[in-house]
């Protein structure tokens, strides 16, 4: 989709209709190469490429505040570069530019990365909800809001996950949360249907739980809200891990032909027979290279299944796959890291370019739920793994919502 037309959906620039730029703050963890805050960051303050051109925001992101300062800190540097944005040592200083009173017009809240402390359960501890509290401590002082971007999930505790949403739904703010899965680019470029009528979905990827889990939920759930109906809200999450996963697996509790059709779309796919036609691996193939699977399947209250599966060792990408009336359905959301020699991530453009809309005009260019329900979704999933890879029951992730009729995701 092109900038144009996300502005276009999302309604006027009012900002700009009064004649002045937009003023944000970011409000991050760390600020280091790679970091999220530098890749969201820069593009603010550099602009980046984006349809056959570069592109600058038009929007000045004025105040940065970084809560860890280490040696491979960018912030310094940054600042220096850039004149117009002064750091803070506080967040409250940073809202008001260290006045008495908000003094910008929208928030980016990046808290990832960094040494936080992890609970019992293995879920680090980022301070996006203490971050937030004392945004929105800001905003009541001053009696007046501004819109809020929250990179990744809400937090990694529900209740407080929950409270976030409630807060911005009671104060009339816009936020906007959540990874580049679902607006990166595809491979291929295909959206899901409005009003699709899907049967089972499932994803396959890479990485760690309270991690990368998030990136496969997000994979799923920006596809299977667009079904006949809208999204109706999770029953309950089952997680697998190790032995229980190649049981499962054994068992069929997943389709085997979803898994397939998945795996097809991927291109890192480890081929442990080359020069074979069937590329796909074998069972035994698989845990040769899997050495630590996860999965886990849950039901939606319409009775739609999905499957998120973990599989380190055996691909490095996101690949979706659902069966509908129609037929089988699958595509990869393509995220292709740095290799290094780059401090570009290019599927950040794509999440950059959705959150200047909301900061121009006070509307979401996507729905907060979806978020609030992968978060849910994600802490069920470590719950389930806690508590020795039951059943869980999610009453409280009863979350309906109707997708946008827009596609955000990045067509090239």
Known sequence: MSRRGLLAGAGGLPLLAQGRRPKLAAITTVFFKHSHTQHIVDRFLDGYGWNGTHHRPEMDLVSLYVNQIGDTDLS??????????KMFPTIAEALTLGGSKLAVDGVVLVGEHGQYDRNEKGQTKYPRYEFFQEIVKVFRD??????????????WNWDWSKEMYDTSKSMGFAMMAGSSLPVTYRTPS?????????????CICYGGVDSYDFHGLETLQCMVERRNGGESGVKWVQAYRGESFWKAYADKVWPRDLMQSALSRSHTLVQPRPGFNDVLPTLDEMKKLVKDPVAYRYEHADGLMSTMILMSGLLRDFNFAARLDSGLFSTQMYLPMPDGRTTTASFFSPLVANMEPMFLTGKPTYPLERTLL??????AGVESLYRKQVRFDTPHLSIKYQAPKQSTYWRT
């Not at 540097?77 to 944005?85: G, I, L, N, Q, Y």
């Not at 295909?190 to 499932?202: D, N, R, T």
Request: a positive charge.
């Open 76 to 85: 310094a540097e940054r600042a220096k570069r850039h004149p117009s944005m």
């Open 142 to 155: 001053s009696g007046r809001s501004v819109p809020i971007f929250n990179d990744k999930h809400l937090s």
């Open 190 to 202: 295909l959206e899901m249907p409005l009003g699709s009528k899907i049967q089972e979905a499932m």
């Open 374 to 379: 992968t978060t849910g979704l994600t802490a």
